[in-house]
């Protein structure tokens, strides 16, 4: 089991009043799915991804990575799970502007301590993975909204994580585009690549293999497909 999470509630003090984004969350995840997490804005689907990415804690509730009950975790060891076992993948690219291609890649190896020419050559080895060998030396700038999203990929999956987090990766492209990234994600999952994905999207959440649902904080229904 790579996630498992118990009653998860997250409530959210808006001045006098408390407010319920999650309010009873349990699933899990085994190894090498490819989840969509469904819902309208406000379902609270973006709170559960915040959550069992390591980015935020519930109010209530247990949530489990890798075996591990999360809030047990100090705060160096979730930076190291932040960095090395979660790859998170937005729908604005959050490329640094100035770097190429290349070097937006390296950063996260450069963070986990790796020798420079051992994590030159992963870079690369990933970049090449996703289609953009000939454009590694670029700037973001000089590359199109498709291929900037391949390189943040790139950027996700370079420290070989355990589950990669995509959070409306398909919002800022067009559908022909959209459909290409989600072609790059299938064949990571083909992989052995964990994938949870959020989108408010039908079409989208239909080419993962089990789309859950949330509305209202709760989950709503649970299918394999």
Do not use: W
């Not at 190429?100 to 051992?118: E, F, I, Q, R, T």
């Amino acid at each position: 089991m790579i996630i498992e999470t118990k009653n998860l509630k997250r409530s959210f003090q808006m001045g006098n009043q408390s407010v319920d984004a999650l309010v009873d969350v349990s699933f899990s995840a085994e190894k090498g799915e490819f989840i969509s997490i469904m819902g309208p804005s406000g379902s609270g689907k973006t709170t559960l991804m915040n959550i069992i990415g390591c980015l935020d804690t519930p109010t209530e509730g247990e949530y489990y990575l890798n075996g591990k009950l999360v809030s047990d975790l100090h705060e160096v060891q979730l930076a190291k799970i932040r960095n090395k076992d979660i790859g998170f993948v937005f729908q604005s690219f959050h490329l640094l502007p100035r770097n190429s291609a290349l070097d937006n890649v390296l950063l996260p190896l450069k963070y986990a301590g790796m020798n420079s020419d051992k994590a030159k050559e992963r870079a690369k080895s990933v970049i090449d993975r996703v289609g953009l060998g000939d454009r590694m030396n670029h700037s973001p700038a000089e590359l199109s909204g498709g291929q900037q999203q391949r390189v943040a990929i790139a950027r996700a999956i370079v420290n070989k994580p355990s589950i990669l987090f995509a959070d409306e990766p398909t919002g800022n492209l067009d559908s022909k585009t959209g459909d290409e990234v989600m072609g790059l994600f299938k064949e990571l999952n083909d992989l052995g690549q964990t994938i949870i994905l959020i989108t408010h999207e039908d079409d989208i959440a239909r080419q993962s293999k089990r789309i859950i649902n949330i509305k209202d904080g709760l989950i709503e229904s649970d299918i394999n497909i």
